[in-house]
């Protein structure tokens, strides 16, 4: 069965930090491109990083130096570590994976960054 899963989302105060995982099954995982878009109510569903086949990486302006996605191919799982969290990263976090025509998306995990 195709499937990622998403896990690691939750509350956490200004300044903090999260690390969410996304465990895929049913996929060549390695041949992935593996990403992480976000979408806030009323928002468009955005990128915020993204790890090529190669171990080359991507970011959105609004998150670089402080978000890190990486991919532990052997467990066919990508991360994405949250530091220095801001009021505006409180969104849903959706795992993605690409390859050729194949696209597939998390169900999703709720980071709400608030005091």
């Known amino acids: 069965q195709v499937q990622l899963v998403e896990s690691g989302g939750g509350l956490v105060q200004p300044d903090g930090s999260l690390r969410l995982s996304c465990a895929a099954s049913?996929?060549?995982?390695?041949?992935?491109?593996m990403a992480w878009y976000r979408q806030a109510p009323g928002n468009q569903r955005d990128l915020v990083a993204r790890?090529?086949?190669?171990?080359?990486?991507d970011y959105a302006d609004s998150v670089k130096d402080r978000f890190a996605i990486s991919r532990d191919n052997a467990k066919n799982t990508v991360y994405l570590q949250m530091n220095s969290l801001k009021p505006e990263d409180t969104a849903v976090y959706y795992c993605?994976?690409?390859?050729?025509?194949?696209?597939?998306w998390g169900q999703g995990t709720q980071v709400t960054v608030s005091s």
């Open positions: 993605n994976a690409q390859y050729a025509w194949t696209n597939l």
């Open positions: 790890i090529f086949t190669h171990g080359g990486t």
């Open positions: 049913g996929i060549n995982f390695p041949v992935y491109t």
